[in-house]
């Protein structure tokens, strides 16, 4: 269901190089991944989001603040750039869809989240030098009726965390 057979060879001939392909048939099942990956996050982590408009952006940041602990509503930060949730683990949902440059992101606060929440980054594709060293990268692409989200990771922890997600989930 979320994890196909074609997906587990694929995940298991993949996640050596820190990538984790699963296909969703619905909002709901992208949340639940975004929620998996949420629960093994820290303050401090990064997650770059990329994929057409209505690929599922938003709902997978809503997963993540499921597996946070946020409490509080998550939608879109198109209009504002930066959302902050307050949290267990605090989330700075940014969006940079309607910004011109990296700098406009980093003047509305971006990097100083970092220190302390977990920072979430629609349309990062846009901005990829804002992107920090270590980071998880979250490709989500519309496939047949449902989504095809394609996790990757730069950096020891990210690629461990990501590891650890494929390992526990990859029998699904």
Same mark, same amino acid.
């Given at each position: 269901?979320?994890?196909?057979? #074609?997906?587990? =060879?694929? +995940?298991?001939?993949?996640?050596?190089?820190?990538?984790? +392909?699963? !296909?969703?048939?619905?909002?709901?099942?992208?949340?639940?991944?975004?929620?998996?990956? %949420?629960?093994?996050? #820290?303050?401090?982590?990064?997650? @770059?989001?990329?994929?057409?408009?209505?690929?599922?952006?938003?709902?997978? +940041? *809503?997963?993540?603040?499921?597996?946070?602990?946020?409490?509080?509503? $998550?939608?879109?930060?198109?209009?504002?750039?930066?959302? *902050? !949730?307050?949290?267990?683990?605090?989330?700075?949902? @940014?969006?940079?869809?309607?910004?011109?440059?990296? /700098?406009?992101?980093?003047?509305?606060?971006?990097?100083?989240?970092?220190?302390?929440?977990?920072?979430?980054? /629609?349309?990062?594709?846009?901005?990829?030098?804002?992107?920090?060293?270590?980071?998880?990268?979250? #490709? $989500?692409?519309? !496939?047949?009726?449902?989504?095809?989200?394609?996790?990757?990771?730069? %950096?020891?922890?990210?690629?461990?965390?990501? =590891? /650890?997600?494929?390992?526990?989930?990859?029998?699904?």
């Amino acid at each position: 269901m979320l994890v196909t057979s #074609q997906d587990i =060879s694929e +995940v298991g001939s993949s996640v050596a190089s820190g990538k984790l +392909v699963v !296909h969703t048939d619905s909002p709901d099942e992208t949340r639940t991944w975004g929620r998996r990956l %949420g629960e093994r996050l #820290q303050a401090g982590d990064f997650v @770059a989001l990329c994929g057409p408009l209505g690929a599922g952006k938003t709902c997978f +940041v *809503q997963g993540l603040g499921q597996g946070l602990g946020i409490s509080s509503p $998550i939608t879109s930060p198109t209009f504002i750039l930066i959302r *902050q !949730h307050p949290g267990p683990v605090p989330l700075c949902h @940014a969006d940079a869809y309607r910004v011109a440059s990296a /700098e406009e992101l980093e003047d509305a606060g971006l990097t100083d989240c970092l220190a302390d929440s977990v920072v979430a980054l /629609e349309w990062a594709d846009r901005v990829p030098q804002i992107w920090p060293e270590a980071l998880y990268i979250v #490709q $989500i692409a519309l !496939h047949n009726d449902g989504r095809r989200l394609e996790l990757s990771a730069r %950096g020891r922890r990210p690629t461990e965390a990501l =590891s /650890e997600l494929a390992d526990a989930y990859s029998g699904n």
